[in-house]
């Protein structure tokens, strides 16, 4: 069974840093395609970026500038570095993970969920 663990989640002040973490793993034999996603309370799920195997990026404009995505297709590991932080970003974010599964099925799956909390 394909499982995402999330990780680096935290409280920081406005202006600092973060770094978030995803791997898949169990069962889950090639990732085409990772992304974050977070939700704010309240608020519906929003994409924050994404990035395919071939590491082709996508951000929403509120994080350009400010977060960095990137993936190790060996370890099935997505990474987000998150500078510049602010209250707005204060949400449950959540990893993505489109893949194959070690029997050829594809399939889409979700993490449970890490809080990252700015303080003004």
């Known amino acids: 069974q394909v499982q995402l663990v999330e990780s680096g989640g935290g409280l920081v002040q406005s202006g600092g840093s973060l770094t978030l973490s995803c791997v898949a793993s169990g069962g889950i034999a090639r990732v085409s395609a990772m992304g974050w996603y977070r939700q704010a309370p309240g608020k519906q799920r929003e994409l924050v970026a994404t990035i395919t195997s071939r590491t082709s990026t996508n951000y929403a404009d509120s994080v350009k500038g400010r977060f960095t995505i990137s993936i190790n297709n060996a370890k099935n590991t997505m990474y987000m570095q998150m500078n510049n932080l602010k209250p707005e970003d204060t949400a449950v974010y959540y990893c993505?993970?489109?893949?194959?599964?070690?029997?050829?099925?594809?399939?889409?799956?979700w993490g449970q969920g890490t809080q990252v909390t700015v303080s003004s």
């Open positions: 993505y993970t489109r893949g194959l599964t070690t029997n050829w099925v594809p399939g889409e799956y």
